[in-house]
């Protein structure tokens, strides 16, 4: 089914929807039980430090799910993952990012929910090279995420499972470092958002949902 499905285009920047230097893409599933998400990540150095789930994943690279069933800005999950397989989740009441100010709220102002979790979420990495060595040249790794639809009834009024037809406001991004020592940061996304920030719903891509079978 992964091999048949339709990839998304290369990640490109955050800001200025530029494309930039490594290969970043998403394959996207679905049947009656979950959401299948599929990242390829291409990097030549795979690595990570995180091992403890929901301490704060981004701060090693990473790649990320943002999903806001109902496309009002309110209510929406965020997932992101290392290739340690360490996973991170939170659900905004409202967004973290003020895009009218441009300004950030603090974790508190924005009400995020560090405690609510996808209850059957399912995750794996595929390491294509040497994770944590770093005198090599990697091709990089997957993530593969099954997000329960049986989970989501906090984030939107709709049909769960979706119906064919039915459209989602999602974004993926990924994180990338030029080196451990984090000197450069580079941030690949699917919808650019125009400022350094994910947090930002009024600006993700859309996914609609098909009744084809791959």
């Known amino acids: 089914a992964w091999r048949r499905a339709v990839r998304t285009e290369d990640l490109v920047d955050i800001v200025s929807g530029?494309?930039?230097?490594?290969?970043?893409?998403?394959?996207?599933?679905w049947d009656d039980e979950y959401l299948y998400v599929g990242f390829?990540?291409?990097?030549?150095?795979?690595?990570?430090?995180?091992?403890?789930?929901?301490?704060?994943?981004c701060n090693d690279p990473d790649?990320?799910?943002?999903?806001?069933?109902?496309?009002?800005?309110?209510?929406?999950?965020?997932?992101?993952?290392?290739?340690?397989?360490?996973?991170?989740?939170?659900?905004?009441?409202?967004?973290?990012?003020?895009?009218?100010?441009k300004k950030?709220?603090?974790f508190e102002e924005a009400g995020g929910n560090f405690k609510w979790d996808l209850v059957g979420i399912k995750h794996a990495v595929q390491i294509y090279g040497t994770l944590n060595f770093h005198?090599?040249?990697?091709?990089?790794?997957?993530?593969?995420?099954?997000?329960?639809?049986?989970?989501?009834?906090?984030?939107?009024k709709g049909s769960l499972p979706p119906k064919p037809g039915d459209v989602w406001r999602i974004n993926f991004y990924c994180q990338e470092f030029e080196d451990q020592n984090k000197s450069v940061t580079y941030h690949y996304i699917w919808a650019p958002a125009g400022v350094v920030s994910c947090h930002v719903p009024s600006t993700w891509g859309y996914i609609k949902f098909y009744d084809k079978t791959v």
């Not at 530029?18 to 599933?29: G, N, Y």
């Not at 806001?68 to 989740?89: G, S």
């Open 63 to 101: 790649a990320e799910i943002f999903i806001d069933p109902d496309d009002d800005t309110l209510n929406y999950y965020e997932f992101e993952m290392n290739a340690l397989n360490t996973r991170y989740e939170v659900f905004w009441p409202i967004p973290l990012y003020d895009i009218k100010r």
């Open 40 to 57: 390829y990540v291409e990097t030549p150095d795979v690595w990570g430090t995180i091992v403890k789930q929901d301490d704060i994943v």
């Open 135 to 156: 005198d090599d040249v990697d091709r990089g790794w997957t993530a593969e995420i099954a997000l329960p639809w049986s989970g989501m009834r906090d984030l939107t």
């Open 18 to 29: 530029e494309k930039l230097k490594l290969r970043k893409w998403i394959k996207v599933l």
């Open 104 to 106: 950030w709220l603090s």
